[in-house]
């Protein structure tokens, strides 16, 4: 069934104000008010400390495509060192537009309906904060990334989460029709998934889009992943009859071309969305990136081979891991897309998948992030023995986690 997260506590009296709802949102103070570092800052650190191989972090270690980086340097070299337009370069908006008419034939304009910001997050951030409310509703499917409850408890709103649930990880439609009420000022969507590399199949975009009109919701879909699926295609939800008008999608150059560092991301909306969160984001970030934003022009604008190359190359990689994994004695839920894969260390005799990753370095020499790291603490026992590991890494990175996994099953 669908779930409320509890109302935002008070400002602890050791960290103040809105870092407090931020970090309570997102799980990173204890009832104590001491603040707590990040999973994922432990799970590194952890690596670090012990030379494990870290598949904890979703970033890639291989460099962007040639014709990427050449035009960035170019661009410096050029002197497009200071501030960029407001709204991002007019080059950037213009491959934006393109790129959203050739791959999923809706025009977009680029001069009102596109806005550059300081990757997904910025535009994710500065979408929650221009639309919500104190007291609207988010709804979210559950395991969730964790900037979506931070930034949903910095605008004084209150998650509802829709349960993912393993093996499969499909939604239940009916908690997603008890979730979405006329509270709801947003439906939150992330597709490919993270953590769980689930597409969202036709029925749950349909349903999504039917609450939303039925309820005046608006639909912020995070697309990230968009080009990084296996065996089924993205369908970007704007593009379903009755979404577009009420659609924020918000993409990213940083998982697509190997650049998460240069934080290159968009937002694709109506005008009057798009300025509402200008307005927001202009005080966030201002602007951002200034030679990276042609360089991901010129990503986006090469040819269909690259995107089929990149999706096939990480298909490839996935199932080099997801073998690896299995042989370890894990179970292994197949993704549809993005940059993980989800073990359950259930098999090996290990239900708690915190405790687990904590000690999988000095067992097996490599790290992971368990999911419980992306669900509310009431939902962590549903996904506690599950742990996410990342694929995108360079093949002898992978043999070298595959060959220390195995010393789990030896």
């Not at 990276?292 to 990503?299: D, E, L, N, R």
């Amino acid at each position: 069934m669908a779930t409320p997260a509890s109302d935002t506590p008070a400002s602890s009296t050791h960290v103040p104000g809105a870092w407090s709802r931020a970090a309570r949102g997102a799980m990173l103070l204890g009832e104590d008010g001491e603040q707590r570092p990040t999973i994922f800052a432990e799970m590194s650190a952890l690596a670090a400390a012990t030379g494990a191989v870290n598949l904890g972090q979703g970033f890639p270690d291989y460099d962007p495509p040639a014709e990427v980086t050449e035009a960035a340097q170019r661009a410096i070299r050029d002197g497009l060192n200071q501030y960029p337009p407001g709204l991002g370069m007019p080059v950037l908006r213009e491959a934006i537009a393109r790129h959203h008419e050739r791959f999923y034939g809706r025009a977009v304009d680029p001069d009102r309906e596109v806005l550059v910001t300081a990757g997904a997050t910025e535009a994710l951030a500065a979408s929650l904060l221009a639309l919500l409310e104190p007291g609207d509703d988010v709804v979210v499917f559950e395991p969730f990334y964790d900037s979506y409850a931070a930034v949903t408890a910095l605008a004084g709103a209150r998650l509802v989460t829709v349960p993912l649930l393993p093996p499969a990880f499909d939604p239940d439609l009916d908690a997603l029709r008890d979730a979405v009420t006329d509270r709801t000022r947003v439906i939150l969507l992330n597709t490919p998934h993270n953590p769980t590399g689930r597409i969202l199949d036709d029925a749950t975009l349909r349903l999504v889009v039917e609450l939303a009109n039925a309820h005046d919701a608006w639909i912020v879909s995070d697309e990230v992943y968009e080009h990084l699926t296996f065996e089924r295609p993205h369908v970007p939800v704007a593009t379903l009859p009755g979404a577009s008008e009420r659609t924020l999608t918000i993409g990213s150059g940083g998982k697509t071309f190997n650049a998460t560092g240069w934080k290159i991301g968009w937002l694709i909306a109506r005008p009057e969305l798009r300025d509402a969160v200008l307005a927001v984001k202009q005080f966030l970030t201002f602007v951002n990136g200034a030679p990276f934003q042609p360089a991901i022009a010129a990503g986006l604008d090469l040819p269909d081979t690259y995107f089929t190359d990149a999706a096939q190359t990480l298909a490839r990689r996935c199932d080099r891991l997801s073998e690896g994994l299995r042989h370890a004695g894990f179970g292994v839920s197949a993704p549809d897309g993005g940059y993980f894969v989800i073990g359950d260390a259930a098999p090996l005799g290990y239900d708690d998948g915190a405790a687990f990753c904590r000690r999988l370095p000095e067992l097996a020499g490599v790290v992971g992030v368990p999911l419980s790291a992306f669900v509310r603490p009431e939902h962590a026992a549903t996904y506690g023995s599950l742990v996410r590991f990342a694929f995108c890494k360079r093949d002898d990175v992978l043999d070298e986690a595959i060959a220390h996994l195995g010393r789990l099953s030896a």
